[in-house]
């Protein structure tokens, strides 16, 4: 036992020693993450390690063990210093959630943006206007007696366009602060954590260009820098010349070249996203590698014409490493400065040092290295998806692509040893003398390309399913989806990409020797930009190309990872053995061997069984209602006890494209890829402007609205447009109609709520239809008092969903009677009339909910007095609220856990 803990220290140690420092550090960040232990315990822990270490024989049996305690230690107290550890002087001591009026000096830290107006099927009813965005890298702020000195980022949004300020420039704004806003609804994208990690502290919002004041035009300590009109010189050089009507064709070359993400068409990005070729936008990895390839090309391409020249050039395996190195670093800094091609350039330049070191092949050691300097730079860079899909892919090619090779070569010896059981004898096997192709002929030289080809596309699928298979856990956790397609299109796609990237670098070098042959080099790349496109966008179409996924849980994702690993240790490297000749019989495999492959398989059995539990789930049993937070407006999702899905309104005012950027990524979440119903309660346009997200990515039954939507919708009005969209199925030119179907194929109907029918029942759910009745018309009712008021019922409680009805409709309910209910969705977003109290009182309700974007702290309309001593979830303040009801009871919970409420039956 001692000598084999001995030996297994020896060879982590001797093979990838940084393996468990980086460990630790990831294990001591995660840690303090989620539990926060402390700095007295990770000195403690480092202390003890360092002790322990001490002891030479316990250090020679459990090293790796002790440097990764040690390491953990010193990840733990690294993240609690840099991410828990606010400064004295930072300005995000001085920003709220509600945010206060400020005003704050400093220095403009990034190029100003003007980001237009959104765009969508309701753009024209939105109050958004033009505005810019830039970062502000904060000096002082004005106190009661002076300006305070601060310190820390704040992203900075001016309600107008400014087209004059410069990056540099000191300037004095008058606005509101606030504190970063956290996620407010599940499965939506966490900027808050995003904005820590990019060094935003706060938020800084001002109405006009005029509340913007410079103080210094050109500050004596602000030099123009080299490298961004480097970057703006290489983007002219590449798309400038480029034929007019070729936007898409441009912005996906600088996306692909030069990782300008942020200038691509929203139409290419959606597309590379369902045929699973994302990764080859966001410049990484597979960018930074074929650029390695195209300069060591290079090196063989110039070694060729100085030998046909006369010169007796060799480029050697050390300088052909250094030109490698070279491009490498000059790429990075040509490339839009982003996360993922540092993160790239970082691991490339390690590997070209590893290369030169001649440790190539250790390659676990250059990648926990590169690892290192990431994590020692911004500990909280491990909780960022780029840079886990990023070590993953490396991972996964590094190892899981050598153990499906290893898997193939077994089959295949498998398979050869299967034939030499059969009675068929050997020679009979073999293709005679007299018929295998002489050497030089054209039939040798077309078998030899033909296993090349092979060989070139057996290699590929291998490295794309290797990275598949890893970041498969991480893109069906952080984005609900999974692209079965995506290692096939990945290597389909590939020459395309890496041809786009090659004329792409040519035209740049040509066209620094002569203009006219750039631009005749710029229509043959047009070409192959616009062939890409074609191909993507067949690709994008085939069947079942983007799944949706509720994300798994953790224990799932561990067993998957769990089984990659007994995949690779089963099939190691060095394990690599050609398949024996069919004459020889194979010998015995010791026991040892097959331990690792019993261990695998039963971990893949165990996967197989758990995911069969998770992704093939029963029906819930439960009614579950969460109500979105999506500021001025409202949102429901009701998911009935049969699995069926429906929608309460969808829309808001102070949401860009709320059915696309809030309520697919829940559906998304939630793994729903369907809606059967989506009532619209009355014809305004915070709850109806974000339904054209909702069907452009969700395959919808039907939309159902009252008697009184259409006479409320006169000509040019929100309402009335999303009749005439609904009615010619999505025929307009923002919203495509093939877009607008069922799951079966037919265009989604809209269908007119029958006042009589005042209760029907549905997935074992009971609806009370309370208003509108038959009976009061248009001129009786305002748009918001003939809102669909639904009462749901399930398992002896129930939730009343009461649309924006005001006094004269809560009148008339009160006079009928019969309103209560456990949960009642407060009418009007919490607006206060003469007979809400009595209304509240009637309902009698457990719980309360509001849909708003004011907080309650700001909230003076006498609320708190209707609201009285029920429990209300606001969800300016806690965030979207789900309220399940099932044979144990009703709970209600917060997105941000502020406040919970269980009822037992």
């Given at each position: 036992m001692d000598e084999a803990l001995r030996g297994h220290s020896r060879t982590v140690m001797g093979t990838a020693p940084l393996f468990p420092l980086v460990a630790g550090l990831i294990a001591g960040i995660v840690l303090d993450h989620f539990a926060t232990p402390g700095a007295p315990a990770y000195l403690g822990g480092m202390v003890a390690a360092g002790l322990i270490g001490l002891h030479r024989p316990t250090r020679a049996r459990i090293g790796p063990i002790i440097l990764f305690w040690a390491s953990a230690g010193a990840g733990g107290y690294l993240h609690l210093s840099t991410a828990r550890t606010m400064p004295a002087s930072s300005i995000e001591r001085y920003a709220n959630p509600t945010g206060h009026i400020s005003r704050i000096r400093g220095v403009v830290a990034s190029k100003p943006r003007v980001i237009p107006k959104p765009e969508g099927a309701f753009a024209r009813w939105s109050f958004r206007a033009d505005r810019t965005v830039f970062l502000l890298a904060c000096e002082s702020i004005d106190g009661a007696d002076g300006g305070i000195p601060v310190t820390g980022q704040v992203r900075v949004t001016v309600g107008e366009p400014i087209l004059d300020l410069r990056e540099g420039e000191r300037v004095e704004m008058f606005g509101w602060l606030y504190a970063l806003r956290p996620v407010g609804n599940p499965g939506a994208f966490d900027w808050a954590a995003y904005s820590r990690r990019q060094d935003i502290v706060a938020v800084f919002a001002c109405n006009h260009r005029e509340m913007v004041r410079r103080l210094e035009s050109q500050p004596a300590s602000y030099r123009p820098s080299l490298i961004p009109r480097l970057r703006e010189t290489v983007r002219g050089m590449l798309t400038e010349d480029l034929a007019a009507g070729a936007d898409e064709e441009a912005s996906l070359l600088e996306a692909m070249v030069l990782g300008h993400?942020?200038?691509?068409?929203?139409?290419?990005?959606?597309?590379?996203?369902?045929?699973?070729?994302?990764?080859?936008?966001?410049?990484?990895?597979?960018?930074?590698?074929?650029?390695?390839?195209?300069?060591?090309?290079?090196?063989?391409?110039?070694?060729?014409?100085?030998?046909?020249?006369?010169?007796?050039?060799?480029?050697?395996?050390?300088?052909?490493?250094?030109?490698?190195?070279?491009?490498?670093?000059?790429?990075?800094?040509?490339?839009?400065?982003?996360?993922?091609?540092?993160?790239?350039g970082i691991i490339a330049v390690l590997y070209c040092i590893a290369c030169l070191l001649g440790r190539q092949r250790a390659?676990?050691?250059?990648?926990?290295?590169?690892?290192?300097?990431?994590?020692l730079v911004d500990p909280r860079t491990v909780f960022d998806v780029g840079w886990q899909l990023s070590f993953s892919a490396v991972l996964g090619v590094s190892y899981l692509t050598p153990a499906l090779v290893g898997v193939t070569r077994g089959l295949r010896g498998w398979c050869r040893r299967l034939l030499h059981r059969q009675t068929v004898a050997d020679d009979d096997l073999r293709r005679p003398d007299d018929q295998t192709p002489q050497r030089g002929t054209v039939g040798s030289l077309l078998v030899r390309a033909w296993r090349f080809a092979w060989r070139y596309a057996a290699g590929m699928l291998a490295v794309s399913l290797g990275a598949w298979l890893v970041t498969l856990p991480i893109i069906a956790t952080h984005f609900h989806r999974v692209q079965p397609w995506g290692a096939i299109n990945s290597v389909l796609v590939f020459p395309l990409i890496g041809l786009v990237m090659a004329l792409g670098f040519a035209k740049l070098a040509v066209g620094v020797i002569s203009a006219t042959l750039g631009a005749l080099l710029g229509q043959v790349l047009i070409q192959v930009d616009s062939f890409l496109i074609w191909f993507v966008e067949h690709l994008a179409s085939l069947p079942a190309a983007t799944v949706i996924s509720q994300a798994p849980p953790w224990w799932l994702v561990v067993l998957g990872y769990l089984a990659l690993a007994s995949l690779a240790w089963t099939f190691p490297r060095r394990n690599y053995e050609p398949a024996p000749p069919l004459s020889e019989t194979p010998e015995q495999e010791p026991s040892r061997s097959r331990r690792p492959a019993f261990l695998g398989l039963v971990t893949w059995v165990v996967l197989a069984l758990a995911a069969a539990a998770w992704f093939l789930p029963g029906p819930p049993n439960r009614l579950v209602v969460t109500v979105l937070d999506v500021g001025a407006g409202s949102a429901t999702v009701i998911e009935l006890p049969d699995g069926r899905v429906i929608l309460y309104d969808v829309g808001s005012l102070s949401r860009d494209n709320v059915g696309r950027h809030v309520i697919v990524p829940f559906l998304h979440h939630r793994g729903i890829r369907r809606i059967d119903r989506v009532y619209v309660s009355h014809a305004n346009v915070d709850h109806?402007?974000?339904?054209?997200?909702?069907?452009?990515?969700?395959?919808?039954?039907?939309?159902?609205?009252?008697?009184?939507?259409?006479?409320?919708?006169?000509?040019?009005?929100s309402s009335r447009h999303l009749l005439e969209l609904l009615t010619r199925g999505g025929g307009g030119a923002s919203l495509p109609a093939s877009r607008w179907q069922t799951v079966s194929g037919g265009k989604v109907s809209l269908e007119i709520l029958d006042p009589a029918l005042t209760q029907w029942r549905s997935g074992g759910v009971t609806f009370d239809l309370l208003s509108p009745l038959d009976g009061p018309t248009r001129r009786e009712l305002s748009p918001n008092d003939s809102s669909t008021v639904l009462r749901l019922s399930y398992a002896g409680r129930s939730i009343l969903l009461a649309g924006d009805i005001e006094e004269r409709t809560q009148q008339a309910l009160l006079e009928r009677g019969n309103l209560n209910a456990d949960v009642l969705l407060l009418p009007h977003h919490g607006s206060v009339r003469p007979s809400s109290r009595a209304f509240v009182e009637a309902v009698a309700p457990l719980v309360l909910i509001r849909s708003s974007h004011e907080r309650m702290d700001e909230t003076f309309s006498g609320l708190h007095y209707v609201v009285g001593d029920i429990p209300l979830f606001n969800t300016a303040d806690v965030g979207a609220v789900q309220v399940v009801i099932d044979a144990h009871g009703l709970r209600v919970l917060s997105m941000r856990g502020q406040g919970f409420f269980d009822k037992a039956r």
């Open positions: 993400r942020s200038r691509l068409d929203r139409r290419l990005n959606a597309l590379f996203i369902q045929a699973g070729c994302i990764h080859f936008l966001a410049v990484s990895g597979v960018h930074v590698l074929i650029v390695m390839f195209l300069a060591r090309l290079a090196c063989v391409i110039v070694m060729l014409l100085a030998r046909l020249a006369g010169w007796p050039l060799r480029v050697g395996p050390a300088a052909r490493t250094w030109v490698m190195l070279v491009t490498v670093v000059a790429y990075v800094l040509v490339a839009e400065p982003r996360p993922a091609i540092l993160r790239a390659s676990l050691n250059w990648i926990s290295a590169s690892a290192i300097i990431l994590i109806l402007n974000g339904l054209p997200g909702v069907l452009d990515e969700i395959p919808t039954e039907e939309v159902i609205v009252n008697a009184h939507f259409e006479s409320h919708s006169p000509p040019r009005s």
